[in-house]
């Protein structure tokens, strides 16, 4: 999987990998960009991203809720079964794994974050190579 790596002045600030995300439940399958966020124990997708797919906070009303703390704070998400699916344009293949994504339920301050890839999807990922003067990074899948 090679994804891009956002810059400013030169100097690599942000790691992003693009996905399909696959929510059965909500009949929604769409890309998404994720931040690649170490940091994160769950996948999260946030308001912005979960708006995009068409998903309305009705859509999600059955779901169970859970709260996650994390650098930034607490917050509540909705947790839902889904398939994470990346593509390698390197070898043609596509890796998919299986997730209960967090949606983050819509506040007034989380609207304009990006979506996260966690270690829940990072743990099948045996390498990772850090190209910075072509601004790409290769994870290599277990």
């Not at 399909?20 to 690649?36: A, E, H």
């Not at 398939?83 to 609207?111: K, M, R, W």
Request: net charge negative.
């Amino acid at each position: 999987m090679i994804t891009a790596i956002r810059t400013v002045a030169g100097h690599a600030i942000q790691t992003y990998a693009d996905a399909s995300v696959d929510i059965p439940s909500l009949n929604v399958r769409d890309r998404v960009p994720f931040l690649v966020d170490t940091g994160a124990t769950v996948t999260v997708l946030h308001p912005a991203d979960w708006q995009r797919l068409g998903i309305t906070p009705e859509m999600m009303a059955d779901a169970p809720q859970i709260g996650l703390s994390g650098i930034g704070g607490s917050a509540t998400f909705h947790a839902m079964e889904a398939t994470v699916t990346f593509d390698d344009p390197i070898t043609g293949h596509q890796h998919s794994y299986p997730v209960t994504i967090c949606l983050a339920v819509e506040t007034d301050y989380n609207h304009g974050l990006p979506s996260l890839v966690g270690m829940d999807v990072m743990r099948n990922w045996l390498s990772c190579h850090f190209d910075l003067s072509a601004g790409r990074v290769h994870y290599f899948p277990l």
